[in-house]
T-cell receptor
Framework: GQNIDQPTEMTATEGAIVQINCTYQ??????LFWYQQHAGEAPTFLSY??LDGLEEKGRFSSFLSRSKGYSYLLLKELQMKDSASYLC??????????WGAGTKLIIKP | GAVVSQHPSRVICKSGTSVKIECRSL??????MFWYRQFPKQSLMLMAT?????????EQGVEKDKFLINHASLTLSTLTVTSAHPEDSSFYIC????????????FGQGTRLTVV
């Protein structure tokens, strides 16, 4: 079956770095997405990886290893506004998005 | 980036009534739109996929007669929750995929439905 695993909750300190991991098993693979979702709001796009390696975009970076079925989202210089849920999603061979349950990130001062 | 507008953002209705939610792609043509439901502290659950001009494809366990989806044009899809019950109270989110961009989907703002 298809499955996306990510931690339920993580806590980090303002100004620090946090890495949110995601492992996946899907029928085919057409890329992996990371979305940020604040409570009561719709998800917003953060990153897309389809090739192995690290994609950096400002304070956020995303890494993909297709052979390991593994990705991580790295957040640097954490700010209080980064407190949100982070959703990992894979696109399968039918271009359907398979969603993880999300990781709630709590930032403490 | 592309914009998807969802309306209304919040709605409260009485049990037994119907509610229509609109999802519009404002600056691109969306051949495919997706409707999700999200319960508190849970991830997105895909309800159905709608393609312009054809019937929606519903996920297993989603009642197509209760959740009516219409995708009459390349910029508009609607979800109608018929005979709503309190257990239908949830956060409903649409997303749309640009005709010329197979991968990324853009999300609407979401609709918080409360059935009393």
């Amino acid at each position: 079956g298809q499955n996306i695993d990510q931690p339920t909750e993580m806590t980090a300190t303002e100004g620090a770095i946090v890495q949110i991991n995601c492992t996946y098993q899907t029928s085919g693979f057409n890329g992996l997405f990371w979305y940020q979702q604040h409570a009561g709001e719709a998800p917003t796009f953060l990153s897309y990886n389809v090739l192995d390696g690290l994609e950096e975009k400002g304070r956020f970076s995303s890494f993909l290893s297709r052979s390991k079925g593994y990705s991580y989202l790295l957040l640097k210089e954490l700010q209080m506004k980064d407190s949100a849920s982070y959703l990992c999603a894979c696109m399968d061979s039918n271009y359907q998005l398979i969603w993880g349950a999300g990781t709630k990130l709590i930032i403490k001062p | 980036g592309a914009v998807v507008s969802q309306h209304p953002s919040r709605v409260i209705c009485k049990s037994g009534t119907s509610v229509k939610i609109e999802c519009r792609s404002l600056d691109f043509q969306a051949t495919t739109m997706f409707w999700y439901r999200q319960f508190p502290k849970q991830s997105l659950m895909l309800m159905a996929t709608s393609n312009e001009g054809s019937k929606a494809t519903y996920e297993q366990g989603v009642e197509k007669d209760k959740f009516l989806i219409n995708h009459a044009s390349l910029t508009l899809s609607t979800l109608t929750v018929t005979s709503a019950h309190p257990e239908d109270s949830s956060f409903y989110i649409c997303s749309a995929r640009d005709k010329g961009w197979v991968t990324e989907a853009f999300f609407g703002q979401g609709t918080r439905l409360t059935v009393v």
